[in-house]
């Protein structure tokens, strides 16, 4: 039976949805895992092929083989950040640091995360790279339900497309056929920090009407 949740408005949800690296090891109700793949399940797909796969992983063993693919690329890719501090200048200092923080945090712990969420796609045959690019406008919508689902369960989750950089080692461990391809791994756990108001460019920056000017 799930635990009563209070209802968080729609709106109130989205602009208080902080990605949660920081996870506690305690179990996540398969309840609630499946409440989120359900709710992931909801969005729309091109011409409606519906054809979102979902793994929930649990398993120690495989998650620990999904870390150890996380870990190479994390340290290639925070590499930049250290060399550029500021790449993410829309950000102040303290929050940067943070990020970095926490995206370190969680390359070393994602084995201990309780439950890896794996987004996929299944094309029915061997896609080809443009199949695999045009699979982002059908995955991406349950991937961002996935989410709002998890911050209106009170869960934590974040998505990292890193560890999947090498989709033939992914493909092995999670015993992928050949017509599937692995988009996005979604560590989901309760959070060891607080919800909060997200950080954003200013609308004024980012919103034109009818043609872009400067």
Not at 58 to 79: C, G, H, S
């Amino acid at each position: 039976m799930l635990e009563e949740i209070t209802e968080v408005g729609l709106f109130e949800t989205m602009y208080n949805c902080r990605a949660m690296r920081k996870l506690d090891t305690k179990e996540v109700p398969e309840e609630h895992l499946i409440k989120l793949v359900s709710a992931a399940n909801q969005a729309p797909s091109g011409s409606n092929t519906q054809g979102a796969r979902w793994i929930v992983v649990r398993d120690p063993e495989t998650k620990v083989q999904l870390a150890a693919l996380n870990k190479t690329i994390v340290e290639k890719y925070m590499a930049r950040f250290v060399d550029n501090p500021g790449s993410l200048s829309h950000h102040p200092a303290d929050k940067r640091q943070r990020m970095y923080e926490a995206v370190l945090w969680q390359n070393e712990h994602m084995h201990e995360i309780p439950a890896l969420i794996i987004a996929c796609m299944d094309f029915g045959d061997k896609p080809t790279p443009a199949m695999i690019a045009g699979g982002n406008g059908s995955i991406w919508p349950g991937i961002q339900n996935l989410l709002l689902a998890a911050r209106a369960l009170e869960l934590g989750a974040a998505p990292t497309t890193l560890a999947l950089t090498n989709p033939e080692a992914v493909a092995k461990v999670l015993n992928l056929p050949d017509s599937m391809h692995a988009y996005c791994l979604i560590p989901v756990g309760y959070p060891l920090g607080k919800f909060g108001p997200v950080t954003r460019k200013p609308i004024e920056e980012i919103l034109r009407f009818d043609r872009w000017s400067d």
